[in-house]
């Protein structure tokens, strides 16, 4: 029997495809074209934007392009086309570039848990050489991240950010189907400080997030950014609770918080420079869980150096006081109550090769937050098989440098599993040892002559004219990028006068 065959076009039609035969090269010049041209589109095309104000657009891409052919959305001059008042951006399509725009001075409506400026909602988008700037809602609680991973396979690259103030992160990874996503060579610049958890730049959710062993994980790259007087929630700068990402070469100025593997196993944090700067509330790394390496990384004038976290013990109350903290989200075959801790213990972390400077704290840590919240919290287990190998630790005006916790007698059945940790080859300048050290640190006198310059040795910190978009890098060499430190997005009165009283000067 003689099946008749359907033509080609019905067929891709009825598989979701679309052919397009001819890439079509589309220039618009108000929110309405743009809006059209956007749900349109498909792969090949380039959408180009004219110079001015592009208000109110809900600019959603659900189309895909392809590797060779993507979707583009770009500015005919890049940092002229203006999106304001409650426009957004959804990348629901594969294969979408958007280069070149410019967010400023609007605000959405919160939403949902993920709702934000830009979302990637698919796989391999790009957003390179685009700004946001000051895009806050009126009040402070109305929540929404700046820019939202829910794909994977996405890039955030030569981006500025500045002035966000209300609650949710910058940047967020979804916890479900986000993996591969990155940030790379973005510009994080004035980010008010305001109380309030959960408003980190970065916050990396994933597979680990809820302590479970499991071999996935988010595999998010941040690197090559620059973080200054990024405060947000002034604790935590990078926040990391999952597996398997990488935070490679950034550099922090001046900057509330610090870089923290808050959870999660086999996290990489390596050639980092942060530079406290004299900057009340700045921090050096904080890291707790399994199998991280962190190395190569330099900090400098911070509250502290290295901070390597005590643990909590679930597996039982130790006494009736005792409060677990329990997620519904988190429940398991395993874990039936869903019980998560408040950190993890440290295991088999590799620390090596870190260079601390003065620091008012001290530099090293190993078991901080020991009994921390006690009784209804139970940290109390130590660090343990760590290896602590070619640090160096600096303090040109004295005090404890490296401070190791002991288990207390009543928690030593509890560590009985534990390993000792290995201390080779690290060096402490100036400083003094407390608690449990071991062998494993060589005590030296401040060399006449030392200078923090000569320390920082090859280390290069990032300069602004190093990341973000070129056009802001232009705009600012000129003098024509005032908004960059315009402090209105403070809700401190004191941090606004403060900026303006400097100005003056």
């Known amino acids: 029997m003689n099946v008749p065959m359907r033509p080609l076009f019905s067929f891709l039609a009825l598989a979701g495809l679309t052919l397009s035969v001819t890439a079509r090269d589309i220039t618009v010049k108000n929110a309405l074209e743009l809006k059209a041209a956007g749900s349109s589109a498909v792969g090949g095309d380039v959408i180009r934007l004219a110079s001015g104000r592009y208000d109110d657009v809900k600019l959603r891409i659900t189309h895909n392009g392809t590797q060779g052919r993507p979707i583009q959305v770009v500015a005919v001059v890049p940092g002229e086309a203006i999106l304001g008042g409650s426009s957004e951006i959804d990348i629901s399509g594969a294969y979408v570039v ?31 050489n685009t700004a946001i700037v000051d895009y806050n809602p009126a009040g402070f ?5 700046w820019v939202f991973f829910n794909g994977s396979h996405n890039t955030l690259e030569r981006c500025y950010f500045k002035g966000k103030n209300n609650l949710e992160p910058l940047i967020g990874n979804g916890l479900d189907n986000a993996q591969y996503n990155s940030v790379v060579g973005c510009y994080f610049k004035n980010i008010p400080y305001d109380v309030g958890n959960g408003r980190e730049d970065i916050r990396v959710w994933g597979s680990g997030k809820f ?6 994980g988010a595999y998010f790259l941040i690197q090559g950014n620059l973080f200054d007087h990024a405060d947000g929630e ?3 700068i990078v926040s990391l609770k999952s597996n398997f990402n990488q935070v490679l070469n950034n550099t922090v100025r ?3 918080g610090g870089i923290n593997i808050r959870r999660g196993a086999n996290n990489t944090v390596k050639g980092n420079i942060v530079l406290g700067e004299g900057v009340a509330g700045a921090h050096g790394l904080r890291m707790s869980g399994a199998n991280h390496v962190v190395q190569g990384n330099y900090v400098s004038g911070c509250d502290y150096g290295i ?6 013990f679930t597996a039982h109350a130790l006494t009736p006081e005792y409060s677990p903290h329990e997620k519904s989200n988190a429940k398991t075959a395993k874990n039936v109550l869903g019980i998560v801790t408040a950190y993890p213990q440290s295991k088999k972390l590799t620390l090596s090769n870190n260079v601390v400077v003065a620091c008012d704290g001290p530099d090293l840590e190993l078991g901080s937050d020991y009994k921390k919240h006690w009784p209804q919290e139970q940290m109390v287990l130590l660090p343990s098989d760590c290896d602590i190998s070619g640090n160096r630790f600096v303090r040109p005006k004295g005090g404890v440098s490296v401070e190791i916790a002991a288990p207390e007698s009543q928690f030593a059945s509890l560590m009985a599993k534990s390993l000792a940790n290995r201390f080779r080859s690290n060096v402490v300048v ?3 040892l407390k608690g449990a050290v071991s062998s494993g640190f060589k005590l030296e006198d401040l060399a006449s002559g030392w200078s923090e310059k000569r320390e920082l040795g090859e280390m290069h910190p990032l300069k602004p004219e190093e990341v973000g978009p070129a056009w802001v890098i232009a705009l600012r060499a000129a003098g024509k990028f005032e908004v960059e430190d315009d402090m209105s997005c403070s809700r401190d009165p004191a941090a606004k006068k403060a900026k303006k009283a400097k100005k003056a000067k």
């Open 98 to 128: 958007i280069d070149g725009l410019y967010l400023l001075n609007g605000a959405i409506a919160s939403g949902a848990a993920d709702r934000s400026v830009i979302t990637f909602n698919s796989h391999h988008g790009v957003v390179r």
């Open 141 to 145: 609680e109305t929540a929404y991240y």
């Open 211 to 216: 302590d479970e062993k499991t071999a996935e």
């Open 234 to 236: 002034g604790t935590e």
């Open 254 to 256: 001046a900057t509330r």
């Open 307 to 312: 901070r390597v976290s005590a643990g909590e």
């Open 430 to 432: 100036g400083g003094k």
